[in-house]
C-alpha cells in the first residue's frame, strides 16, 4: 500500500514565523503535491513537482514556496506566516500520467495537517 | 480547461436509505474520474475510480459509480447508508493523455440520520 506521511498532524504557530511542513511518500511516485482545503472551497492547489527540483505552481501559490531535493520528500514553506494561511494542508502524490499498470495517475493523500497561525 | 460541480454541498439521508451523491464535470477529452471520501481530521481516501472499460464502476465500502459520458456526470451511489457513511465526498477528474493535475470539486457533506 502506498504511505504518505505528514510531519504534523496539528501545529500552532505565529504570525512572521517560518512554518515548515514536510511531507515523504514511499512508493516511489514522480508527483508530489501540495493542497490547502477550506470549509466551502473544497481543495486548492498550491504547488506541485513532477521530479526532483522541479516545481510547479497551482492555483494559489501566493504566501508560499516549495522544495523537493529527494524524491520521495516534498516540502512547503510559509515564509512569513500570516492568519489567513489558518487551514488544512493535504500533500498527495502519484505515479506520472501515462502509468501502464492500471493505477492511472490515482492520487494518494497523507493525513494532513492542521495549521493554525495566531 | 476542466472541472467539476457537485451539486449540494450538504446531504442528509437515513440509515438504510438510498444514497445519491451527484457529480457532473467538464473536460476536452474523456476524463478519468475519482471519488474520495474524508472523515473527520483525516486525509482523503479513495473511494472508487473510472478510467477505461465498465462504465458502472463499484469501490470500497458498498459505493459504486457509474460514468455517462452523455451526461458528463458521474454519480455517486450507495444502497443502504450507515452511520459510518457519514463523511465529506469529493469528486475529481484528470487528463489521462496530457495532465497529472486533479481537479476536484467542493466536496459534498454526508449525514446519516438514525
Known amino acids: 500500500d502506498v504511505k504518505v506521511t505528514q510531519s504534523s498532524r496539528y501545529l500552532v504557530k505565529r504570525t512572521g514565523e517560518k512554518v515548515f511542513l514536510e511531507c515523504v511518500q514511499d512508493?516511489?511516485?514522480?508527483?508530489m503535491f501540495w493542497y490547502r482545503q477550506d470549509p466551502g472551497l473544497g481543495l486548492r492547489l498550491i504547488y506541485f513537482?513532477?521530479?526532483?527540483?522541479?516545481?510547479e505552481k497551482g492555483d494559489i501559490p501566493e504566501g508560499y514556496s516549495v522544495s523537493r531535493e529527494k524524491k520521495e520528500r516534498f516540502s512547503l514553506i510559509l515564509e512569513s506566516a500570516s492568519t489567513n494561511q489558518t487551514s488544512m494542508y493535504l500533500c498527495?502524490?502519484?505515479?506520472?500520467?501515462?502509468?501502464?499498470?492500471?493505477?492511472?495517475?490515482?492520487?494518494?493523500f497523507g493525513p494532513g495537517t492542521r495549521l493554525t497561525v495566531l | 480547461a476542466q472541472s467539476v460541480t457537485q451539486l449540494g454541498s450538504h446531504v442528509s439521508v437515513s440509515e438504510g436509505a438510498l444514497v445519491l451523491l451527484r457529480c457532473n464535470y467538464s473536460?476536452?477529452?474523456?476524463?478519468?474520474l475519482f471519488w474520495y471520501v474524508q472523515y473527520p481530521n483525516q486525509g482523503l481516501q479513495l473511494l472508487l475510480k473510472?478510467?477505461?472499460?465498465?462504465?458502472l464502476v463499484k469501490g470500497i465500502n458498498g459505493f459504486e459509480a457509474e460514468f455517462k459520458k452523455s451526461e458528463t456526470s458521474f454519480h455517486l451511489t450507495k444502497p443502504s447508508a450507515h452511520m459510518s457513511d457519514a463523511a465529506e465526498y469529493f469528486c475529481?477528474?484528470?487528463?489521462?493523455?496530457?495532465?497529472?493535475?486533479?481537479?476536484f470539486g467542493t466536496g459534498t457533506s454526508l449525514t446519516v440520520i438514525p
Open positions: 475529481a477528474v484528470s487528463d489521462p493523455y496530457t495532465g497529472n493535475q486533479f481537479y
Open positions: 512508493m516511489d511516485h514522480e508527483n
Open positions: 473510472y478510467t477505461t472499460g465498465a462504465t
Open positions: 498527495a502524490s502519484s505515479l506520472k500520467a501515462y502509468d501502464t499498470s492500471g493505477g492511472g495517475n490515482t492520487q494518494y
Open positions: 513537482s513532477y521530479d526532483v527540483k522541479m516545481k
Open positions: 473536460s476536452s477529452v474523456p476524463p478519468y
